[in-house]
Nanobody, 117 residues
């Protein structure tokens, strides 16, 4: 399973970016989502969405970030508005598959988001 993330870049505070992540090598993923890691910090959850519907967005970005998913394309998107310098970091895509053995998670390589003040 491979997850290819894209859409990161340099943006000024108050700007917007849209991240995309497409999965390949798998027929279906039960969930897809995003984590981020700021310099010197641990990776933290940002948002996730179930293919069956339903999403979860971290409280600290809930009023600015929106997650969506195209199940047929195995692609998840993260619309990020009103970006702030504290949003700077590497954004990692995660895909999850649920089976009789439980959940298996896959990670993409990450895409860098830099927000200047």
């Amino acid at each position: 399973v491979q997850l290819q993330a894209s859409g990161g870049g340099l943006v000024e505070a108050g700007g917007s970016l849209r991240l995309s992540c497409q999965a390949s090598g798998v027929n279906f993923l039960n969930s897809m989502g995003w984590y981020r890691q700021a310099p010197g910090s641990q990776r933290e959850f940002v948002a996730s969405r179930l293919s069956a519907g339903g999403s979860n967005v971290a409280e600290f970005v809930r009023d600015r970030f929106t997650i969506s998913m195209d199940v047929a394309k195995k692609t998840v998107y993260l619309q990020m508005n009103n970006l702030q310098p504290e949003d700077t970091g590497v954004y990692y895509c995660q895909g999850g598959r649920n089976s009789a053995r439980g959940w298996t998670y896959y990670w993409g390589q990450g895409t860098l988001v830099t927000v200047s003040s």
